[in-house]
């Protein structure tokens, strides 16, 4: 059974809602702060960007990792499968 969504919409539409949400509050926050606003904002900016940079990085290599696992066959998986075989 096929899904509506494929993986790659799915992350679009997450990325596209997370995009407008942080749009509307930068213009209609959800408290007010008169002075200081852009100085209470920063920290947080920058833990999100940590936050997405560590995220982007660990899957860069995750994938890196796999295709590495690929290339040699290094999985425990054919391993087995291997043994099986030749019982």
């Avoid at 997370?18 to 702060?33: D, K, M």
């Avoid at 940590?50 to 982007?56: A, D, M, P, Y």
């Amino acid at each position: 059974m096929e899904l509506w969504l494929t993986n790659r919409s799915r992350l679009a539409i997450l990325i596209a809602a997370c995009a407008i949400l942080s749009s509307v509050e930068a213009v209609v926050p959800l408290f007010q702060y008169r002075r200081g606003r852009l100085r209470r904002a920063i920290p947080n900016l920058i833990l999100a960007v940590g936050v997405v940079l560590t995220n982007v990085t660990f899957a860069s290599m995750m994938a890196s990792l796999s295709a590495f696992v690929d290339e040699k066959a290094l999985n425990s998986l054919d391993k087995i499968s291997q043994c099986v075989t030749q019982v």
